[in-house]
C-alpha cells in the first residue's frame, strides 16, 4: 500500500499561512506604539484642525459647511496617507533584516506574505476609520447626508489601497529613506488632482485624463455622493468597486515583484 504526501504547489496561496502572517504583523504592531499612534491617534487630530480653522467659517446658503466637505473627503484621504508610509516602511524593514529571506525559505509564499500583510493594516485600517469618523461625528459635529457605515467602509477600502500602493512602492526601495520618497510621486499627485483642492470639472482637459486613472478621484468622488445624498448610489458602489480593484492589481504586481532582500 502506497501512502499519498501532500505537496504544496509552489507559490499557492494558504489560508492558514496567510492568517498567520497576518497574527504575526499585528503582534510586532501591538508592541510599536509609535505606529499605533500615527494610525489610530494623528487622524484624528489633524482632523481636528481643519475644524478649528473652518468652524466659523459662514456656509453658503442651502450648502453645507467647509469643513463637512472638505473633512468628509479628509477621512477617506488620511487612511491611503498613513498606511502608504507605514506599510511600505514595514515591509522595507522585513527585507533589509532578512526576515523576508528567511520567510521565503518556509513554504510561507509571497503571496501569502503580501495578504497576510493586507489583512493585518486592513483590520488596523478598520479601527482607524471608526476611531476617526466617531471622533469626527460626535467632537466635531460633522455632517453627513448618508450613513456613517459607509464612510467607514469607503475609508477601509482607501486604507487597502494605501497598503497595496505602499508594498508595491516598498519593491523598488533600497532604504527607508527611499520608501518615503516615493510619497511624492504615488500620493501627492493623487490628492492634487482627486477633487479635493479644484473641482475636476474645472481642470484642463489633460489633467482631468490624468485625474480618470488615479484610484484617489474615485475615493473621494464615493464620499462626496455619501455626502450628499441619504441612500447608497450606484456611483458611490462603483467607485468603491474600482478603487478595491485597483488594490487587488496592485497586490498582485506587489507579489510579482517582490525581492527576497536589498541588494
Do not use: K, N
Not at 491617534?41 to 472638505?70: H, I, K, M, N, T
Not at 533589509?96 to 518556509?106: C, D, I, P, S
Not at 489601497?161 to 501627492?188: D, H, I, N, T, Y
Not at 479644484?198 to 480618470?212: H, K, N, T, Y
Amino acid at each position: 500500500m502506497t501512502t499519498a504526501t501532500a505537496v504544496r504547489t509552489p507559490g499557492a496561496l494558504s489560508p492558514r499561512l496567510t492568517g498567520a502572517t497576518a497574527g504575526r504583523v499585528l503582534r510586532q504592531l501591538r508592541h510599536d506604539h509609535r505606529t499605533i499612534a500615527l494610525m489610530l491617534v494623528v487622524p484624528s487630530l489633524l482632523l481636528g484642525l481643519l475644524y478649528l480653522l473652518w468652524e466659523d467659517l459662514p456656509a453658503p446658503p442651502g450648502q453645507p459647511g467647509l469643513f463637512d466637505r472638505v473633512g468628509l473627503t479628509m477621512l477617506g484621504i488620511f487612511p491611503f496617507v498613513v498606511m502608504f508610509l507605514v506599510t511600505s516602511i514595514a515591509m522595507l524593514r522585513e527585507r533589509t533584516t532578512g526576515t523576508l529571506e528567511r520567510l521565503l525559505t518556509t513554504p510561507l509564499s509571497r503571496l501569502d506574505l503580501l495578504l497576510g500583510y493586507g489583512t493585518a493594516f486592513g483590520l488596523a485600517a478598520a479601527l482607524q476609520a471608526l476611531i476617526t469618523v466617531t471622533v469626527a461625528s460626535t467632537v466635531y459635529d460633522l455632517d453627513v447626508a448618508g450613513a456613517l457605515a459607509l464612510v467607514v467602509l469607503i475609508a477601509v477600502v482607501d486604507a487597502v489601497l494605501g497598503v497595496a500602493l505602499g508594498l508595491l512602492a516598498s519593491a523598488f526601495a533600497r532604504s527607508e529613506f527611499q520608501a518615503v520618497q516615493f510619497m511624492p510621486v504615488v500620493v501627492l499627485p493623487q490628492f492634487f488632482l482627486c477633487g479635493l483642492l479644484v473641482p475636476r470639472e474645472q481642470m484642463a482637459g489633460w489633467l482631468q485624463a490624468i485625474s480618470d486613472v488615479l484610484p484617489l478621484t474615485y475615493a473621494v468622488e464615493a464620499l462626496q455622493e455619501v455626502g450628499r445624498s441619504a441612500e447608497a448610489t450606484g456611483t458611490m458602489w462603483a467607485d468603491v468597486g474600482i478603487v478595491a480593484g485597483v488594490a487587488v492589481l496592485a497586490l498582485a504586481l506587489a507579489a510579482g515583484t517582490l525581492r527576497r532582500r536589498t541588494s
